[in-house]
């Protein structure tokens, strides 16, 4: 059996499957499905320092292999999310990573100061990359300048032994530059992907089919793009581990990202169709990395990389599935 | 008046599907699934996985559970009633006795029960009739008299009128264009309804505008209204945030709440039915979707 053991930085965990950021809310709810101390760790939605309504209705369009949201980040704001939320997770023994939003600077920086001291907090993931913002055009995830600002204030902030992991948006023309400013403003780790900004019309109504207009795409459809992103950003950046993310739904999509650089993945969207997904993915890849002769997830971890001769393939394995 | 029934955890199964059924537009199903059936109340409904294993529609359809046998011949099943109006669910109808179903249930909240002994009017619109009929079981279990009021555009889409008739006795039955009962909606049966048995309680469950006049109704009569709403969900579990809608809090503030796990069953004078669809200013959180400052760095 492989070692499933894995690492973000100095975040250690028994095995690499996390629950993605918005898709799991605090934990509370999957929990009735498998025991959430059983994940490598669990990704909370992102909060920010008020309470926070989130956008009208409708927020949800199903899409090809995948869905469109627009909540807004409603959330209770990070004083009643540590005294519940973070609380009730540390109460089941979870590896927490708080994930935290702002609307500029300093509120990520208050945030992380909220959060300094705290040990149920194992990792900061901070989303700059939510495309349900007011101004979309200004997501800081799009701007190599606002990212690294906001990267190295939460640093400077966050507790010395917590990670920081910088989410990133796939909406951009080069995502290993924000990736660089982020490493350079002394990111610990990237978190790859966030939604693809889309639309969907209704050609009932003839208009938007989201309250919100606009809306992140999630699921199987964008995992391309997320592999794509995790392959680039390890290239680009190899000495910073990756949270991967974009349309897990099986223990072969998740080693598609760890042979791609991936130290861990988060299970997302998936979650709403199969709540107990999390735990099943975590068997498969297991079972998957078994039959491919590898050890552990350590050695899986940015395989296909490597040059053809040094890339060993079990004698058993068929060309892939179709 | 009304006491929470004790509310047992959703379960995820596989269950084989024991029996379809064409009924007028729709299309009821009965599913193996002791699990969901175990913890079934009046009022919950099910998740249900469309399209097979690597299916392109990743979302679950959701659906009012009709009924569960805990016991006897048909032990450990679900009812429920499907409308094809779209992808998933034209998946769904086309299933077989035989074939395997994947199943979250059951979820959401029930309909309150009555503490003790009371006449209630049940008001479904199309298939929304569906949950009351267990309800009508439990109330009158309970000692309640229960009258109906069913209604929908036309026959075809009525669902329960005999199962109703078999419950209860009292049913008024109405179509839009008079193919089946009286000519109206259930809206214009429903004042009097209310008045005839003298009701202390109205429960209905259909399209959102009917709940909306049914609760308007109840409350010029100075009753209550439980109703259960059909509002579009990701999850149902309550992880996604998406089926969220307007309702005050028994402290006077008014959040978006989620209709899977908050509901599907409100008091229908709490939600803010002309706000659906709207961010009201007042709102807990928002004012912090506009903050001055929002989105600059």
């Known amino acids: ?322 | 008046m009304t006491s929470e029934p004790e509310v047992v955890g959703p379960v995820q199964e596989r269950g084989e599907i024991f029996d379809v059924q064409r009924v007028g537009a729709y299309t009821q199903f009965t599913v193996v699934a002791p699990g969901v059936a175990a913890g079934f109340r009046p009022g919950q409904f099910v998740a249900v996985a469309v399209g097979g294993e690597n299916s392109a529609m990743v979302l679950r359809r959701a659906f009012a559970l009709s009924g569960a046998t805990r016991g006897g011949a048909f032990a450990g099943t679900v009812q429920f009633v499907v409308a094809a109006h779209g992808p998933g669910t034209r998946w769904l109808v086309q299933r077989s006795a035989g074939e395997m179903l994947d199943l979250v249930g059951p979820l959401g909240n029930p309909f309150p029960l009555p503490s003790a002994p009371t006449r209630a009017v049940l008001v479904g619109g199309g298939y929304g009739s569906a949950p009351l009929l267990a309800l009508a079981s439990a109330l009158l279990e309970g000692g309640s008299s229960v009258e109906f009021v069913l209604g929908a555009a036309t026959a075809a889409r009525l669902f329960g009128e005999l199962a109703a008739r078999r419950a209860v006795g009292s049913v008024t039955v109405l179509t839009e264009d008079g193919t089946a009962g009286e000519r109206g909606r259930v809206t214009d049966a429903l004042p009097g309804a209310i008045e005839r048995v003298g009701a202390e309680v109205v429960y209905a469950c259909g399209p959102m505008a009917m709940l909306r006049a049914v609760g308007e109704i109840a409350s010029e009569a100075a009753i209550t209204a439980q109703v259960a709403v059909e509002e579009s969900m990701a999850c149902g579990i309550g992880v996604c945030m998406t089926c969220v809608l307007p309702v005050r809090g028994t402290d006077g503030q008014s959040r978006f709440v989620r209709s899977c796990v908050d509901g599907p069953v409100f008091d229908a004078a709490r939600v803010r039915w002309q706000d659906v669809g709207r961010l009201p200013a007042d709102l807990v959180g928002a004012e912090a979707m506009s903050v001055p400052g929002q989105g600059r760095h």
């Open chain 1, 1 to 322: 059996m492989a070692d499933m053991s894995t690492s973000l930085a100095w975040f250690r965990m028994p095995n690499p499957v996390l629950t993605a950021s918005g898709c799991a809310a605090a934990g509370r709810e999957l929990h009735q499905f498998f025991d959430v101390a059983q994940l490598g760790g669990v990704v909370t939605k992102s909060v920010m320092s008020r309470p926070r309504s989130g956008r009208a209705t409708p927020r949800m369009a199903e899409t090809p292999s995948g869905m469109l949201n627009s909540i807004g980040l409603q959330g209770p704001g990070i004083e009643a999310f540590i005294d519940n939320d973070l609380a009730w997770l540390a109460k089941q023994g979870a590896r927490t990573v708080v994930s935290i939003a702002g609307g500029h600077t300093d509120e990520y920086v208050e945030l992380t100061r909220r959060l300094r001291g705290n040990p149920a907090v194992y990792a900061i993931e901070v989303n700059i990359s939510c495309p349900n913002v007011e101004n979309r055009g200004q997501v800081f995830a799009c701007d190599v300048v606002a990212s690294s600002r906001v990267i190295g204030a939460v640093r400077r902030a966050a507790d010395p032994a917590v990670p920081v992991l910088a989410k990133l948006s796939p909406d951009v023309t080069d995502i290993t530059l924000i990736a660089r400013a982020c490493a350079d403003a002394g990111a610990d780790g990237f978190s790859l992907i966030n939604t693809l900004l889309g639309m969907v019309i209704d050609t009932d109504t003839l208009a938007p089919a989201l309250g919100g207009g606009t809306g992140g795409l999630s699921g199987p459809a964008i995992r391309p793009v997320a592999v794509r992103c995790v392959w680039q950003v390890k290239q680009a950046v190899p000495h910073l581990p990756i949270l991967g993310m974009g349309g897990i739904r099986s223990g072969l999509d998740a080693l598609q990202f760890i042979l791609a650089g991936a130290s861990a993945v988060s299970v997302g969207t998936a979650v709403f169709g199969d709540p107990s997904a999390p735990m099943r993915i975590l068997a498969e890849l297991e079972q998957a990395l078994d039959e491919r002769g590898f050890a552990s997830v350590a050695d899986a971890i940015g395989y296909a990389h490597r040059p053809p001769a040094e890339r060993l393939v079990p004698a058993a394995a068929a060309p892939a599935a179709r």
